[in-house]
């Protein structure tokens, strides 16, 4: 019933919202007035003050001589007022005669009947106790009453009000939480999901289509989007590994043609630019597959992981030391993920003399620090150095023994491809750290 009559456009909801609390606020309002009209109704206190009107008012009429009488009969018929005769030295430490002043509901000066109100003694000044009105009577008598104007709050706001006051609100607070809900949460997940879209991997993940009618066109585009930046790279990544690969075939061609020649420097120095650029072409089919590739998901133990690894290294003549505390295992490609750590390690060996793996299984992650002791990388180029082709020497010359700018870039893939995250670190006392951080299973 509610979805049916409640309006799609967030203009409109928000206008139903207000609306809505206006109409709360009124309710409660016309519900206070009534319980504080039967409070005063039925208050004692109330009737109180009326008892003293009517009294005073006896009193002026009655002779001077029988006044007295008159307030005992009131006294045994009604000992809750508070009401005597008194001399005029009760005025003369406070006596107020400026005519028309108010103190309270009060107007000092006359009234009617030929009687004044001389002073008022506030409830302050009484300790919080109802007000003391002294009243001069036609013949000048001198009256002192206690009008009890001050309903206690108990009879006000009591019980019932309480009670109906408080499922009101209630009502409404869940009624508002679940509308702003309603409102806010389509658009939470909008921009979650715009968030974290190409941070580890750019495979659509639709968004529900809900909420306000513009949340809902904003949502349909979103994934529209998604769809068509994941089918861009798609077609990139083939068209680029359809040349790698067709550019096999030439190079293979002008191979065999060299090995027709007779030995001598241009064909020795021609065999190696072929060598370097099949390498090239080689690393750069294998940067464009990672990430995407088609090898099966399985549990792996880190910490064995990372042995099996430093005994290889070791069993090769290189120095890595591994230091591990804890346990954890990650859901990926054992062989992606063991060619992004190789790809590290060789950085490492290659810009320093020795290399050291620190492993953390954590909570919730599994931290993995590659350390070396060379030079290191500066800040502002660890951005630039973690894309494809880009490489430390800004000549971009191709010696013996570098790379082609592919080794961080395609460990990125890789362990963005596993739902993880790799970071560039300075290591105390000069040299890189590459964190990578896995999710634990």
């Not at 009591?158 to 806010?184: Q, S």
């Not at 990372?306 to 230091?323: M, N």
Request: with cysteine.
């Amino acid at each position: 019933m509610i979805r049916r009559f409640w309006p799609e456009t967030m203009r409109n909801q928000i206008l139903v919202l207000m609306i809505c609390a206006s109409l709360f606020m009124i309710l409660v309002g016309v519900i206070t007035l009534y319980f504080v009209k039967q409070a005063f109704e039925g208050n004692p206190t109330i009737m109180n003050s009326h008892f003293v009107s009517v009294a005073v008012t006896k009193l002026n009429e009655t002779p001077a001589t029988e006044r007295q009488t008159v307030l005992s009969e009131l006294s045994q018929e009604l000992p809750q007022l508070k009401i005597e005769l008194v001399d005029e030295e009760a005025l003369t430490t406070a006596k107020s005669t400026t005519e028309g002043k108010r103190s309270g509901p009060f107007t000092l000066g006359e009234t009617v009947l030929g009687m004044r109100i001389e002073h008022v003694i506030g409830p302050l000044e009484r300790g919080f106790k109802p007000p003391l009105v002294y009243m001069r009577l036609s013949d000048d008598s001198l009256v002192a009453a206690e009008w009890g104007l001050r309903p206690p709050p108990a009879s006000i706001i009591g019980l019932p009000f309480y009670l109906f006051f408080g499922f009101l609100a209630l009502t409404f607070l869940g009624l508002m939480i679940w509308a702003a809900k309603g409102l806010v949460r389509p658009l939470s997940e909008l921009a979650a999901s715009a968030k974290t879209f190409g941070e580890s991997s750019v495979n659509p993940i639709p968004i529900k289509e809900q909420g306000p009618r513009e949340v809902r066109v904003a949502a349909q585009a979103f994934n529209r989007m998604q769809h068509r930046i994941n089918d861009f790279i798609e077609k990139r990544t083939r068209m680029l590994a359809a040349i790698s690969h067709d550019l096999r075939t030439p190079l293979t061609r002008l191979r065999l043609r060299l090995d027709l020649l007779d030995d001598g420097d241009i064909r020795n120095r021609s065999l190696e630019d072929l060598n370097v650029m099949e390498e090239q072409i080689d690393t750069a089919l294998m940067f464009l597959r990672d990430g995407s590739s088609s090898g099966p998901v399985q549990r792996i133990d880190v910490a064995s992981l990372l042995q099996s690894l430093a005994d290889q290294y070791s069993d090769l003549g290189f120095s890595v030391r591994l230091r591990s505390r804890g346990s954890a295992t990650i859901e990926a490609c054992s062989s992606e993920i063991t060619r992004a750590l190789s790809n590290l390690v060789d950085n490492a060996i290659q810009y320093a003399s020795g290399v050291e793996i620190d492993f953390a299984g954590e909570q919730d992650a599994a931290c993995i620090d590659i350390i070396d002791h060379g030079s290191g990388i500066q800040a502002s180029e660890r951005e630039r150095l973690l894309e494809p082709f880009e490489r430390g020497d800004a000549a971009r010359q191709i010696r013996k023994g570098t790379g082609f700018g592919l080794g961080l870039a395609t460990s990125k893939a890789i362990v963005e491809a596993a739902s993880g995250k790799l970071e560039l670190r300075d290591t105390p006392g000069g040299g890189l750290t590459v964190r990578l951080l896995l999710p634990v299973v």
